[in-house]
């Protein structure tokens, strides 16, 4: 079965530094989310990407958050001028849109900022 | 207020017995779907069982069924003959709407429920 896949697994940084995390959707999805997990806490909305643009994002996501489809297969969330606060696992998930739009989830990559 | 609210932060169960993991939510919208998540110690998120709003049979999945009760707007998971593997924290999530996007929107977690399955 096709999954997503998310690299690195576990990332840790010094605060201030710039991170890059990257994902591989399900090949024949449209739509591409990032969501992030604080330790212990629930499931937060990152932002959502479409047809080559954000079609939404929350409140988390500011000018320090950005998301990029560099290429056919790749799906990236940078995060620059890393914070203390964004130590959390990062979810990247996609979806065909069918089916009621059930969002597979990749297995995360844990961000630990130093 | 919230949209995805689990009142039970922690369960127990015994093995092979079923157990009923409680889900109300909050919409204004005609069109949504909840959705029940696993999430086990090593993180990862694991689909188990997706329920539409316009459906009206209460969806099931091998031992997972969604206990759907549109006018009360709750959406309990069962979790049938349950197993040590099935120790897990468990979201439930929703998608609003279809927007302009059809079935690409976001969705809303609740706080999850620590399910303990014992010998």
């Known amino acids: 079965e096709p999954e997503v896949t998310q690299t690195p697994s576990h990332q840790v940084t010094q605060m201030g530094q710039e991170v890059i995390l990257r994902c591989v959707p399900i090949s024949n999805h449209l739509y591409f989310y990032w969501y992030r997990q604080i330790l212990g806490q629930k499931v937060e909305f990152l932002v959502s990407?479409?047809?080559?643009?954000?079609?939404?994002k929350s409140e988390i996501f500011d000018d320090q958050f950005s998301v990029e489809r560099p290429d056919g297969s790749n799906f990236t969330l940078k995060i620059r001028s890393t914070k203390l606060e964004d130590s959390a696992m990062y979810f990247c998930?996609?979806?065909?849109?069918?089916?009621?739009?059930?969002?597979?989830f990749g297995d995360g990559t844990r961000l630990s900022i130093l | 207020a919230q949209k995805i609210t689990q009142t039970q932060p922690g369960m127990f169960v015994q093995e092979k017995e079923a157990v009923t993991l409680d889900c109300t939510y909050d919409t204004s919208d005609q069109s949504y779907g909840l959705f029940w998540y696993k999430q086990p110690s090593s993180g990862e998120m694991i689909f188990l069982i997706y329920?539409?709003?316009?459906?009206?049979q209460n969806a099931t999945e091998g031992r997972y069924s969604l206990n759907f009760q549109k006018a009360r707007k709750s959406a309990n998971l069962v979790i049938s003959a349950s197993q040590l593997g099935d120790s897990a924290m468990y979201f439930c999530?929703?998608?609003?709407?279809?927007?302009?996007?059809?079935?690409?929107?976001?969705?809303?977690f609740g706080t999850g429920t620590q399910l303990k399955v014992e010998l």
């Open positions: 329920q539409g709003s316009y459906d009206e």
């Open positions: 998930a996609s979806s065909s849109g069918t089916g009621g739009g059930n969002q597979h």
């Open positions: 999530a929703m998608r609003e709407g279809r927007g302009l996007t059809g079935g690409g929107n976001k969705l809303t």
């Open positions: 990407f479409y047809n080559n643009e954000i079609s939404e």
